[in-house]
T-cell receptor, first 109, second 115 residues
Framework: GENVEQHPSTLSVQEGDSAVIKCTYS??????FPWYKQELGKRPQLIID?????GEKKDQRIAVTLNKTAKHFSLHITETQPEDSAVYFC????????FGAGTRLAVHP | DTAVSQTPKYLVTQMGNDKSIKCEQN?????MYWYKQDSKKFLKIMFS???????INETVPNRFSPKSPDKAHLNLHINSLELGDSAVYFC??????????????FGNGTRLTVT
């Protein structure tokens, strides 16, 4: 079955810096790669997703890249703000969504 | 209106008891899920139902029994609760057929504490 690894587990940046979170997946048949943000005590919420026929997608300060050959995908957040502080989860799906272990991002003012 | 709603929000109970968590979605989605999030924040799928039919059943103890009376509802019943069942349980829904993969819409979670 699918296995998703996510790094780093914690990430601390200064406000205004960029943050990058990386994930790898094992099932080459996976074709959908969403990213979720979970604030403390809240539910995970979708922030961006990418499908296997696309290499890169951007939405304002957030971008995701996908390398199908290497089975890597990454989340890039530019100009980070304190409200970006949360746990971020990557996931990969071939009909069943499997999550990475999460990255706790702290953005310091 | 909350798209995916689950009750109760908090559940504190003793070992050995039986409890249920209810979930309802008003998004018109065909597929519903239960995920378990442990103390380390790891999100693990437990069950998935498509139009009332069980399609995913991960390695979950038999003490956990999902029930879907209709495609808008997916309840979770847990028998003989154990300390290790303490976690946050998230219900979610999605609409398959949106190409390759579908975004999950999560409920607000039920924090279960077994003492």
């Amino acid at each position: 079955g699918e296995n998703v690894e996510q790094h780093p587990s914690t990430l601390s940046v200064q406000e205004g810096d960029s943050a990058v979170i990386k994930c790898t997946y094992s099932d080459s048949a996976s074709n959908y790669f969403p990213w979720y943000k979970q604030e403390l005590g809240k539910r995970p919420q979708l922030i961006i997703d990418i499908r296997s026929n696309v290499g890169e997608k951007k939405d304002q300060r957030i971008a995701v890249t996908l390398n199908k050959t290497a089975k890597h995908f990454s989340l890039h957040i530019t100009e980070t703000q304190p409200e970006d502080s949360a746990v971020y989860f990557c996931a990969a799906s071939n009909n069943k969504l499997i999550f990475g272990a999460g990255t706790r991002l702290a953005v310091h003012p | 209106d909350t798209a995916v709603s689950q009750t109760p929000k908090y559940l504190v109970t003793q070992m050995g008891n039986d409890k249920s968590i209810k979930c309802e979605q008003n998004l018109g989605h065909d597929t519903m899920y239960w995920y378990k999030q442990d103390s380390k924040k790891f999100l693990k799928i437990m069950f998935s139902y498509n139009n009332k039919e069980l399609i995913i059943n991960e390695t979950v103890p038999n003490r956990f029994s999902p029930k879907s009376p209709d495609k808008a509802h997916l309840n979770l019943h847990i028998n003989s609760l154990e300390l290790g069942d303490s976690a946050v349980y998230f219900c979610a829904s999605s609409h398959p057929g949106q190409g390759a993969g579908s975004p999950l819409h999560f409920g607000n979670g039920t924090r279960l504490t077994v003492t």
